[in-house]
């Protein structure tokens, strides 16, 4: 009969369970569990294993740039980084809230691993994340208009409850890419979060999306009342480098 039940429990997909129930099959207590404390187990198992596997599934959705984790973000003084800060973002409120982020500073001060770093506490709390670099994803978004799949794209962006747009002012936007992130961030505004890393200051941005009536627009609904995190220091991509070069001298 116990093997019918884990049978009926993996083709029902009840993975969680059926771990549980063949382990104490496996492995018997010398006191064997009471019937509510068998139901317990199951559930709780049950539970355990979809929470963990909706985590995975959105990680990988998120598609980081870098693996990083809130224990890896490096405190140390001169970055700029307040950590009772970072650690309140961490906590997921301003995602909840619907408040936007924005990282600067110069190449190389981990804005992107930063952001990384948000964003995987953000899964792991529970919260849809999207992660794209702001260039590529805008050109995808260009080719999606010309192929009628745009409304997709957008749809989809619009549903995360963070989305990542890191290294923001790469190159000046031109006229489609204006719209494209002006209907990005309206559908966004006062619904979701956004969280933008860009080693242009602030006070630039008007330069890079161009035409003064729309970054006026986006700007308005971006900077307003956001969190903001300034790094600063040495490139540790050069720091590191540079370590290494040391180690092997």
């Not at 008007?206 to 300034?230: K, M, P």
Request: one cysteine or more.
């Amino acid at each position: 009969m116990n093997t019918t039940t884990l049978d009926k429990m993996r083709r029902m997909n009840l993975f969680g369970m059926y771990n549980a129930f063949k382990a104490n099959m496996d492995t018997p207590r010398n006191e064997p569990y009471t019937a509510d404390e068998m139901i317990a187990l199951l559930i709780d198992s049950e539970w355990d294993d979809r929470h963990n596997r909706a985590i995975e599934r959105s990680l990988r959705n998120a598609r980081f740039r870098y693996k990083a984790t809130m224990e890896q973000v490096d405190y140390t003084a001169g970055r700029g980084i307040d950590k009772n800060q970072v650690h309140r973002l961490a906590e997921g409120s301003f995602i909840t809230k619907c408040e936007n982020l924005l990282i600067t500073g110069p190449t190389g001060t981990g804005k992107s691993f930063l952001a990384s770093a948000l964003g995987h506490q953000a899964c792991q709390i529970g919260f849809k994340v999207l992660y794209a670099n702001t260039t590529r994803l805008l050109s995808q978004i260009k080719m999606a208009k010309a192929d009628g799949s745009a409304m997709k794209e957008l749809n989809k962006i619009e549903r995360q409850d963070l989305l990542i747009l890191d290294d923001f002012g790469i190159q000046p936007l031109d006229q489609l890419s204006r719209a494209s992130l002006l209907e990005i961030i309206e559908d966004r505004h006062g619904k979701r979060t956004t969280l933008i890393t860009s080693q242009i200051p602030i006070k630039q941005w008007y330069e890079v999306i161009g035409e003064q009536t729309v970054a006026d627009a986006i700007l308005d609904r971006i900077v307003h009342s956001a969190h903001r995190i300034e790094l600063k220091g040495e490139s540790l991509r050069r720091k590191w480098t540079k370590k290494q070069v040391e180690e092997q001298n």
